[in-house]
Structure formats: C-alpha cells, structure tokens
C-alpha cells in the first residue's frame, strides 16, 4: 500500500463549481497534515495546515478523519486560478513530510 | 521575509562537471530540506538538517551527491561529477519545524 493515494485526475471542473479531493494515508502515527498546491513547473506551496478535525480558509475546507486514515480538501466557487496540483502531505515524527504524487485539477471557463 | 531564496534558477553544465546548488532558509528557521523533483520519480527527499547538523541523508543518490550548511543561513548541495541522470529540478525548503516552504527551485540540465 502507497503511504499517501490521491486520485491522480485530471479533473475537470466548470468554474464557479465546487469541487472534492480525498486523500488516505497509512502511517496511523500521522498527527500533522497539510495540503500543498503545485502549480506547472513552480515549487510547492502551503496551502492549509490540518492538525485537528478540519480548518477552513476562504473557498477552502480541509477535514480530517483520524479512524479512516483519511482527509479532504474542498474547494467551493472555484477559479481559473485554482488550476494546479494539489498534494496532501502528512507528516511523521521526525517532521518529514510524506509526499504522494497529488491530484491534477484544471478549471475551465 | 523574502522566503526561502535559492541560486541559481537554472543551470546547464556538461557531463562530469561539478555543479554547487546554494540555498539561504527562512530566517529563524531551524530545519532545512533538499528534495529532487522529476517527472517520473516526483518529489523526493535527499537530506535534511535540524540546527545546521545533518539528521537524515538517506535520500542521496549517492557519493557524487554531498550537502552542507556551514551556519543557519547558508547550505548547499554539491554534484560531483554530475551525470546526465542527474537533471531535475532541486527544491530547498526550510520550517520550524512543521509548515515547510520551499523556494523557487534550481532547474539542473545535465547534457
């Protein structure tokens, strides 16, 4: 079993439509999340942090399910500019991050 | 803050060529990362350091691969000699400890 499985995509989503990305990780010691986006040939960057059941900024909404072993990222009223890939990471104890391949999405106007 | 600042942007070299990737952290920061990133293997960890000492090395390729940071804003990251295999794009990223931040990368051709 992958560390960290995200549908690959790409998705395909109307702008202004909201949109859903699941993520499941194995390492169950696992206390610190985060959501990355990764735009095409630029570097990471920090999206959300998640420690607890969820947080929410703006248009974003991540929630954690400790006993899944699963998270989500939701993206409401979404943009041209949410274009990217995004990457759910969470993190072992000695403060690496586990990095999967991520999820492709592509807003259409 | 500037972010994480890494030099150069890119870099093209010849086969066998030394190459020196440099990488000034997040000040304040206390762990710093090197990763690779290519298409086919994704973002891989190569070492990092916690207080300018060196925690975890395992994700370096090899002895041609070396890193150092010689004071906490300062590190870098040797190819000796480089290989064409070698060609990828090379992330710094610094936290403390948790949020990491990355900079803009070194696009490393190796011909």
């Known amino acids: 079993r992958k560390e960290v499985e995200q549908d690959p995509g790409p998705f395909n989503v109307p702008e202004g439509a909201t949109v859903a990305f699941n993520c499941t990780y194995s390492?169950?010691?696992?206390?610190?999340f985060f959501w990355y986006r990764q735009d095409c040939r630029k570097e990471p960057k920090l999206l959300m942090s998640v420690y607890s059941s969820g947080n929410e900024d703006g248009r974003f909404t991540a929630q954690l399910n400790r006993a899944s072993q699963y998270i989500s990222l939701l993206i409401r009223d979404s943009k041209l500019s949410d274009s990217a890939t995004y990457l759910c990471?969470?993190?072992?104890?000695?403060?690496?991050?586990?990095w999967g391949a991520g999820t492709k999405l592509i807003i259409k106007p | 803050d500037a972010g994480v600042i890494q030099s150069p942007r890119h870099e093209v070299t010849e086969m066998g060529q030394e190459v020196t990737l440099r990488c000034k952290p997040i000040?304040?920061?206390?762990?710093l990362f090197w990763y690779r990133q290519t298409m086919m293997r994704g973002l891989e960890l190569l070492i990092y350091?916690?207080?300018?000492?060196?925690?975890?090395d395992s994700g370096m390729p090899e002895d041609r691969f070396s890193a150092k940071m010689p004071n906490a804003s300062f590190s870098t990251l040797k190819i000796q000699p480089s290989e064409p295999r070698d060609s990828a794009v090379y992330f710094c990223?610094?936290?403390?400890?948790?949020?990491?931040?990355f900079g803009p990368g070194t696009r490393l051709t190796v011909t």
């Open positions: 350091f916690n207080n300018n000492v060196p925690i975890d």
């Open positions: 000040s304040g920061h206390d762990y």
């Open positions: 390492n169950s010691a696992s206390q610190s």
């Open positions: 990223a610094s936290a403390g400890p948790r949020e990491q931040y």
């Open positions: 990471v969470p993190m072992d104890s000695n403060y690496q991050l586990i």
